[in-house]
Nanobody, 126 residues
Framework: QVQLVESGGGLVQAGGSLRLSCAAS????????MGWFRQAPGKEREFVAA????????YYADSVKGRFTISRDNAKNTVYLQMNSLKPEDTAVYYC???????????????????WGQGTQVTVSS
């Protein structure tokens, strides 16, 4: 049984920072690409960032490029999302996800991810 557990969300003022963590269990974490997605009220879930199974490649949505950094520690089965210069429009529930196939470089479509965490709320006040 695969489990993904996010943590690190909260309330922060615009311009502030948060670091999200996602701890994985139940699968060989180091063989799978990981992604972060977010969903704001009344909007569809959108891609935020993805990282290759080995951690050597990353990809970001244009809206977060230069402000967010995705990383992973395969020894700890954990993926991170460092979020800097936060804006009110970053307010959403953030989800981590594990790709459905091994050794994929990285993907941006939610349909390509098989397992999802429960989500963590990020609220940025203006």
């Amino acid at each position: 049984q695969v489990q993904l557990v996010e943590s690190g969300g909260g309330l922060v003022q615009a311009g502030g920072s948060l670091r999200l963590s996602c701890a994985a269990s139940g699968r060989t974490f180091s063989s799978y690409a990981m992604g972060w997605f977010r969903q704001a009220p009344g909007k569809e879930r959108e891609f935020v960032a993805a990282i290759r199974w080995s951690g050597g490649s990353t990809y970001y949505a244009d809206s977060v490029k230069g402000r967010f950094t995705i990383s992973r520690d395969n020894a700890k089965n954990t993926v991170y999302l460092q979020m800097n210069s936060l804006k009110p429009e970053d307010t959403a529930v953030y989800y981590c996800a594990l790709d459905r196939n091994v050794y994929v470089i990285l993907r941006v479509s939610a349909a390509e991810y098989e397992y999802w965490g429960q989500g963590t709320q990020v609220t940025v006040s203006s």
